[in-house]
């Protein structure tokens, strides 16, 4: 019994041991997931499209995907529909660095995070909708143009490797719209790239 006792005793503290250096181990590594923005839309707008003035300081707007947007009151004739209003950010960029300096919509940016929701979806139509609105430089002037970004589809998962667990970004892609000088452009925008790669910058054209 003591043998048997002595046995299971030097068999704990080994793997009490084993699991210290392993954490220690762990805790000297530094873990290089290069995954920075790794879900991130970035955009820029063409150089000669607009000066300077005119976008250094854009407006942002968030809006939930129609099945969230639509809250019903009452029933019957006196039912009321309202829809919910979407959140608004104001991009402040240096004139001298706007055409190089890009719009940066990321989970958590320019927008706070709502119930963990991720800027998009696996399923793209349960994504937000952003709008990027162009103004005059007065801010209040006339509308120079308007771009939406919908149907925003993401897909990643997390993978292990020894101490280190990596988000890998597998599927991003979006359709923009963009209204311009009286006319409307629709392109499906595909913009992932490999682990590792600066994200790609979309060009907005007027």
């Not at 590792?196 to 007027?206: F, H, Q």
């Amino acid at each position: 019994m003591k043998f048997l006792s002595s046995v299971l005793l030097r068999s704990v503290l080994f793997s009490l041991l084993g699991a210290a250096l392993f954490a220690g181990c762990c805790g000297s590594v530094a873990c290089n997931c290069q995954n920075y923005r790794a879900d991130a839309l970035l955009f820029n707008f063409k150089p000669g499209s607009f000066t300077a003035a005119q976008i250094d300081t854009v407006l942002l707007v968030r809006s939930v995907y129609p099945r969230d947007s639509v809250i019903r009151t009452g029933t019957g004739s006196t039912a009321t529909v309202t829809y919910a209003k979407g959140d608004t950010a104001t991009i402040v960029r240096e004139r001298t660095t706007v055409f190089t300096n890009p719009i940066v919509l990321d989970n958590a940016e320019p927008f706070a995070t709502v119930n963990g929701r991720k800027l998009g979806d696996s399923t793209a139509a349960k994504s937000y909708r952003y709008t990027i609105l162009v103004r005059e430089p007065a801010r209040r002037g006339p509308v120079l143009a308007r771009y939406y970004i919908g149907r925003v589809q993401l897909r990643g998962q997390y993978e292990a490797d020894g101490c280190c667990s990596c988000y890998r970004n597998e599927d991003k892609q979006f359709t923009l719209s963009s209204f311009a000088n009286g006319s409307r452009r629709d392109t499906l925008v595909d913009a992932h790239v490999a682990p590792g790669a600066e994200p790609r910058v979309t060009i907005l054209r007027r």
